[in-house]
Nanobody, 120 residues
């Protein structure tokens, strides 16, 4: 059983930055891969980034490369998504999710999401 809680969303102007947090209730010994997804109005949910338990392996969607950075602090059981150079098209509800498989696999646990709104 894993519980995930996202935070850090809000309103920001284009070109600005936000840092999202995903706090997990799982034991630190649980080696979950954590992924970030987003769902914009009128669009399907899409993958943004993922990170392994060790933090060594990371993967980014093309839309996130060069602008977003995923990291984790296992002592705090928290994964972060630093988002820079935000664009209006980044507006979405952002979710974190956990899987015991690889980042390409099925994600078993999901948070409630945090709203990110980027204004022009």
């Amino acid at each position: 059983q894993v519980q995930l809680v996202e935070s850090g969303g809000g309103l920001v102007q284009a070109g600005g930055s936000l840092r999202l947090s995903c706090a997990a209730s799982a034991r630190t010994s649980s080696r979950y891969v954590i992924g970030w997804f987003r769902q914009a109005p009128g669009k399907e949910r899409e993958f943004v980034a993922a990170i392994s338990w060790s933090g060594v392996t990371k993967y980014y969607a093309d839309s996130a490369k060069g602008r977003f950075t995923i990291s984790r602090d296992n002592a705090k059981n928290t994964v972060y998504l630093q988002m820079n150079s935000l664009k209006t098209e980044d507006t979405a509800i952002y979710y974190c999710a956990a899987t015991s498989s690889s980042y390409t696999g099925a994600y078993d646990y999901w948070g409630q999401g945090t709203q990110v709104t980027v204004s022009s």
